[in-house]
């Protein structure tokens, strides 16, 4: 289990990749750790933002979508997994996570 400095850090270093290269990993890591962190309320906006400047990433879509579903908004979460699939048609993924229903 990480500790709060190593959190502390890991963000920075996700900033850092973000701010050279605007890695869409670094994204997603940063939205997990700010899951991780109780920081869910961030998380969301974050999110949000990143589908604004990106839409045509799946990984956006799918996080989103997981973060209502388990939110407890599992046919909100489909709009988000059906809009993944039409940016990656053969995302497996976002697939299953619509089987699921």
Same mark, same amino acid.
């Given at each position: 289990? #990480?500790?709060? %400095? $190593?959190? %502390?850090?890991?963000?920075?270093?996700?900033?850092?990749?973000?701010?050279?290269?605007?890695? +869409?990993? +670094?994204?997603?890591?940063?939205? #997990?750790?700010m899951? #991780? *962190?109780?920081?869910?309320? $961030?998380?969301?906006p974050y *999110?949000i933002?990143?589908?604004?400047?990106s &839409?045509?990433? &799946?990984?956006?879509?799918?996080?989103m979508?997981? #973060?209502?579903?388990?939110?407890?908004?599992?046919?909100? +979460?489909a *709009?988000y !997994?059906?809009?993944?699939?039409?940016?990656? &048609?053969d995302?497996? !993924?976002?697939?299953?996570?619509? %089987?699921?229903?």
């Amino acid at each position: 289990r #990480m500790n709060k %400095e $190593e959190l %502390e850090e890991a963000e920075e270093d996700f900033d850092k990749a973000i701010a050279i290269d605007d890695f +869409a990993g +670094a994204h997603r890591s940063k939205v #997990m750790l700010m899951l #991780m *962190t109780e920081r869910g309320a $961030e998380a969301i906006p974050y *999110t949000i933002e990143r589908i604004k400047k990106s &839409p045509q990433d &799946p990984e956006n879509w799918i996080l989103m979508g997981d #973060m209502i579903k388990r939110g407890g908004q599992a046919d909100k +979460a489909a *709009t988000y !997994y059906e809009q993944a699939l039409k940016s990656d &048609p053969d995302n497996d !993924y976002a697939r299953r996570q619509l %089987e699921e229903e």
